[in-house]
């Protein structure tokens, strides 16, 4: 089993920025795929940034040149640095993770952002 704590969630304006984090615990060697998720009001779960063993990453074209997912493997955590936030980024966002593409069964509490002028 993997634990998942997400964090630095908040209120920002326009145009500023947040980094989130989520710390793993547990079997976290079974770990190779991990990635941030997003739900907005009355919309679907969206996945915003995934990041693979190797250091391999995909975003959504939504976040392209904006958002940056990383992890630290000392610190069993994976962050999601975002700039130029919009108020369309306001969401919940979710970290999930799990052994490969296909399976990424672990999930966060969740963790609020709320882009507003």
């Known amino acids: 089993q993997v634990q998942l704590v997400e964090s630095g969630g908040g209120l920002v304006q326009p145009g500023e920025s947040l980094r989130l984090s989520c710390a793993a615990f547990g079997s976290i060697f079974s770990v190779r795929v991990m990635g941030w998720y997003r739900q907005a009001p009355g919309k679907q779960r969206e996945l915003v940034a995934r990041?693979?063993?190797?250091?391999?990453?995909n975003y959504a074209d939504s976040v392209k040149g904006r958002f940056t997912i990383s992890r630290d493997y000392a610190k069993n955590t994976m962050y999601l640095q975002m700039d130029s936030l919009k108020p369309e980024d306001t969401a919940v966002y979710y970290c999930n993770a799990g052994p490969s593409g296909l399976s990424t069964p672990y999930w966060g509490q969740g963790t609020q952002v709320t882009v507003s002028s």
């Open positions: 990041i693979i063993s190797g250091g391999s990453t």
